[in-house]
């Protein structure tokens, strides 16, 4: 029977494939096992605190959305269709970027992050397109507007905390 200094001694010798080649292990290693892990240490309260940091967040990332529809569409968008929007766009965007990261990987290499990115875009506009009744070009200016929007109301917080880097106002 082996000793453990002798499992440690040859642990050197054991070659694990890399995680880089391997999206579903990476992914798994990186993001699920420490939410796992997370959420058994927080237990129940950190639970609901995760759940309405959460909601919170959803609120918040939905007000642009509202305010470029709203302009887009003149006045017809309600902030009810723009959370919706928001919570459907982010997560149809999630799942076609990695289903397309994962099953181009192996054809396209290194471009295969890149389209999966560009048809993550375009689900997620088609996603605005269906929710605000809207045509293609209206759908892209509504993400594009809002963007403007998170970066300019992110750009005055730090403007008003004074966390901008000199320069740039």
């Known amino acids: 029977m082996r000793q453990p200094a002798d499992l440690h001694a040859n642990c050197h010798r054991v070659k694990l494939p890399p995680l880089k080649d391997d999206p579903i292990a990476f992914s798994f290693f990186c993001f699920i096992c420490p939410a796992m892990f997370g959420l058994a240490v927080l237990g129940l309260v950190g639970l609901v605190v995760l759940i309405v940091g959460l909601v919170v967040a959803w609120i918040i990332a939905s007000i642009p959305v509202y305010f470029a529809a709203k302009l887009i569409t003149s006045g017809k968008a309600g902030l009810g269709?723009?959370?919706?929007?928001?919570?459907?766009?982010?997560?149809v965007y999630a799942i076609v970027s990695f289903l397309f990261g994962v099953l181009l990987s192996p054809m396209l290499g290194s471009a295969a992050p890149a389209i999966a990115t560009f048809a993550a875009f375009l689900v997620w506009?088609?996603?605005?397109?269906?929710?605000?009744?809207?045509?293609?070009?209206?759908?892209?200016?509504?993400a594009i507007l809002a963007s403007v929007i998170v970066y300019a109301f992110n750009a005055a917080i730090a403007y008003i905390l004074g966390t901008l880097p000199s320069g740039i106002f």
């Open 81 to 91: 269709q723009a959370m919706v929007a928001t919570l459907l766009g982010t997560v």
């Open 125 to 142: 506009v088609l996603v605005y397109k269906t929710s605000f009744s809207t045509r293609w070009l209206q759908a892209v200016g509504i």
